[in-house]
């Protein structure tokens, strides 16, 4: 078991065989304008319009699984919730206790618990499956929700590992095939004021990209203390977001929105990553407090990105996309090389008539929207392989800061470097892991 849930790594014999191809430095900055639909962006709608009632079934009861229950049932008229799962029996009933204060009752028949108890939701009558457990998990229950025909809303990260990713990418394109709409947690990707920056930048505001920096520096984030009882596992996956194997670590867990956002703005993914990073001052897991990675994305175009979580810090998170004829902030600022303002985006007004500083509709919300208007007007939407591959992007920084290596986008992306147990169970377990020591020989 010990060796199961040790990182293990197979990068050294990666396959180079079947590999995806880089794209190129291909921005989109022609001259004929392009419009929304042509960008594939959202329709951006207060809500979804009416329709055959759809059922939701929530797999991962904590705290962003309950938000994203909440956010789905404020997406429009006639949504519901079917069925709740998670392993553990208590966070199924604090999802059902919250839901009685929206008058919102649930049976014991549809709360299931266990390692199992996502297939439970799969059998059930719910037309759409929100998957919100700890990214390990994910490959697993997206294949199982495509295969039980449901549509699918699942959170960032969607793997941790590559076999993960190509899981991923071979599931969204079987719901392709079958019409199932897919919608991930890359909010950025549905918020208003990022979508109307984005436009402008794609129809050549700033010229075409030569470089880009993105950036998630904030304090140290969650942990919990062991509470007598409980098993190395039930420790574990309670704890998860400071263990590698089931968060990805939290360039993945986090910063995977500030570098697909790059990637969006770009029109591009990255050829190769090196980088570095630390842990110094984690006392749980075996995560690291900091990344810094260049990404190439070639012909002389780079971005630096970095991300940390350590306390007493400057903080901030935001990108940036320079181009030859101005650069941007992808939020809501386009600038001219001496720093002038060309545009910015107008905030709507309260209904006090003040000025706002965020979209009326959250973004949260505005991702549900459109996938519950997308089943129902057969506006067909699959995010799945992309953000897979921002997802691998993140991963590729990840190993070149854990390695000390350059980690090219063909070798991570071929790559049989499994983490994690092959199967789950939820007793005690060998609880050693190692902490990536760059420069180390990589194990195998």
Known sequence: MSKKIDRRRFLENSALAGSLAVLGASALTGCSRKSAEELGLPPLNKLAPRGRELKAGLIGCGHRGTGALLNFLSSGPGVSVGALADVFPDKVEEVRERLLRYDIELPDDKCFSGVDAYKKVMESDVDVVLLVTPPYFRPTHFKAAIEARKHVFMEKPVAVD??????????????????????????????????????????????????AKAFWNQEHVWFRRRREGWTDMEYMMRNWNNYIWLSGDHILDTHIHNIDVVNWFTDMYPQWAIG????????????????????????????????????NCANGVGEFVMGTKGYTNCLNTIYNHD???????EYPKDEHGNQMNAPKTSPYIQEHIHLVTAIRTNQYINEGERTALSNLTAIMGRESAYTGRRITWDEIYNSNMKLG???????NTDMEFEIPVPGTPVRS
Not at 339 to 345: D, F, L, T
Not at 421 to 426: G, K
């Open 162 to 211: 590559p076999p993960g990713i190509r899981s991923i990418i071979a599931s969204s394109r079987t719901a392709e095939t079958l019409g199932l709409n897919v919608v991930t947690g890359t909010q950025r990707r549905h918020q208003h004021d990022y979508i109307e920056t984005f436009k402008r930048v794609a129809n050549g505001a700033i010229g075409k990209p030569v470089g």
């Open 276 to 311: 570095y990073g630390g842990r110094h001052r984690r006392v749980t897991g075996n995560q690291y407090d900091f990344f810094s990675i260049d990404f190439s994305y070639g012909n002389g175009v780079s971005s630096h990105s970095m991300c940390r979580q350590i306390d």
């Open 339 to 345: 720093g002038s303002v060309k545009w910015k985006y």
């Open 421 to 427: 147990p092959e199967n789950i169970h939820m007793g």
